[in-house]
């Protein structure tokens, strides 16, 4: 039985959904399943929230311990790993998760797995991870025996169904002593600016409205941001579109972009390159708008239309409207 441990994740005091997603993945491949918190005294979250859902919350104070000190969290990582050792760490691919899990991996000489999507455990003690390589052209499999390292794995946000059953009984919370040095703070956190926005979260939308190239610039994206508050989503976009200044490059959703799992993702204009794809390989339909029929995303999408966005979007708009009333 092996010992999995997940980083929380959380802001303005409640966690995040990456956080119940990682206790979901290490509920199928754990029988205990114990959840790391650091925080500073301004930003702990409530613990009650979370603590029927895993057996063990290991909590860490430090006044360095703000969202964003990536060196902080990973010195304090370190200390927890160092007392606790678990075999197995599963932290989130958020920006957080990306900054700490390479670091925190380099520090325990662990086995470290970027990206993954989904994890098993065989009955030999193999630990084998899936992750989309080659620009999600490839899924690869890795593996590694258990050796008595703490060994990290961050997974895709979305990956795993963060509806998870409450467990009998409410987990037993340790405090860990931490100890945090000026000097371990390299890279310092000076302001966060919270981008303004309203609406559902792209990584959290269960409806994502893409746009792409074949939009031919940033105003049909209104028509875009209509479809999507009429569907209760949230809007993306491709690299392209991105690039081309349209949208701002945080709705970038891809391989180098964010990675979302929706139920509904609809795609205007978007040609369905392997790049674009893995951001939204999850996803659970695909409805594709596009002229051209030989494009790469009628390969992908559940239903495909094809015709020019300029006829489409305008009736969608309308049917939605009339669906609505
Ligand atoms: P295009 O490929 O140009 O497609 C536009 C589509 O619009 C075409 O299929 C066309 O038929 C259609 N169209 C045109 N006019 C209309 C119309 N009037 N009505 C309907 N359809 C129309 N891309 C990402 O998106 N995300 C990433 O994270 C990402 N990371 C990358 C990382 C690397 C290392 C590399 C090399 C590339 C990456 N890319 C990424 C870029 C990717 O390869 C593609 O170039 C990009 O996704 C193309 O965007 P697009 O589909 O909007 O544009």
């Given at each position: 039985?092996?010992?999995?441990?997940?980083?929380?994740?959380?802001?303005?005091?409640?966690?995040?959904?990456?956080?119940?997603?990682?206790?979901?993945?290490?509920?199928?491949?754990?029988?205990?399943?114990?959840?790391?918190?650091?925080?500073?005294?301004?930003?702990?979250?409530?613990?009650?929230?979370?603590?029927?859902?895993?057996?063990?919350?290991?909590?860490?104070?430090?006044?360095?311990?703000?969202?964003?000190?990536?060196?902080?969290?990973?010195?304090?990582?370190?200390?927890?790993?160092?007392?606790?050792?678990?075999?197995?760490?599963?932290?989130?691919?958020?920006?957080?998760?990306?900054?700490?899990?390479?670091r925190l991996a380099y520090k325990l000489k662990g086995r470290f797995i970027q990206d993954c999507f989904g994890m098993q455990i065989d009955d030999n003690n193999v630990f084998t991870a899936q992750r989309p390589v080659y620009g999600g052209n490839i899924i690869a499999e890795l593996e590694f025996e258990f050796n008595g390292c703490t060994n990290i794995v961050v997974m895709r946000t979305g990956s795993y169904d963060k509806g998870i059953a409450e467990l009998d009984t409410a987990a037993k919370v340790e405090n860990v002593e931490i100890n945090l040095d000026d000097d371990d703070i390299k890279v310092r956190h000076i302001e966060f600016i919270e981008e303004s926005s309203t609406g559902v979260k792209l990584e959290d939308a269960s409806v994502v409205v893409v746009g792409g190239r074949g939009l031919g610039g940033s105003q049909p994206?209104?028509?875009?941001?209509?479809?999507?508050?009429?569907?209760?989503?949230?809007?993306?976009?491709?690299?392209?579109?991105?690039?081309?200044?349209?949208?701002?490059?945080?709705?970038?959703?891809?391989?180098?972009?964010?990675?979302?799992?929706?139920?509904?993702?609809?795609?205007?204009?978007?040609?369905?390159?392997?790049?674009?794809?893995?951001?939204?390989s999850n996803a659970k339909n695909i409805v594709a708008i596009n002229?051209?029929?030989?494009?790469?995303?009628?390969?992908?999408?559940?239903?495909?239309?094809?015709?020019?966005?300029?006829?489409?979007l305008p009736s969608l708009i309308e049917a939605l409207k009339n669906r609505n009333t």
């Open positions: 039985m092996k010992n999995v441990f997940v980083l929380a994740e959380h802001k303005s005091k409640s966690f995040e959904n990456i956080t119940y997603e990682l206790i979901s993945a290490g509920r199928s491949i754990g029988e205990y399943v114990s959840l790391v918190v650091l925080g500073n005294a301004s930003n702990m979250p409530n613990i009650e929230e979370i603590s029927r859902f895993v057996d063990y919350i290991y909590i860490a104070e430090h006044e360095f311990l703000n969202e964003w000190d990536a060196d902080a969290w990973t010195s304090g990582l370190y200390d927890i790993c160092s007392q606790t050792r678990p075999d197995l760490l599963l932290i989130g691919k958020t920006n957080l998760g990306r900054d700490v899990g390479p994206f209104e028509l875009l941001e209509n479809i999507a508050e009429l569907l209760g989503g949230a809007v993306g976009a491709s690299r392209a579109a991105c690039d081309a200044g349209w949208i701002d490059h945080n709705k970038q959703i891809g391989l180098t972009g964010k990675t979302v799992s929706p139920n509904l993702y609809i795609t205007v204009g978007v040609s369905g390159a392997s790049q674009h794809m893995a951001g939204c002229q051209d029929k030989d494009a790469n995303i009628f390969k992908e999408a559940s239903i495909g239309v094809v015709g020019d966005w300029k006829t489409i």
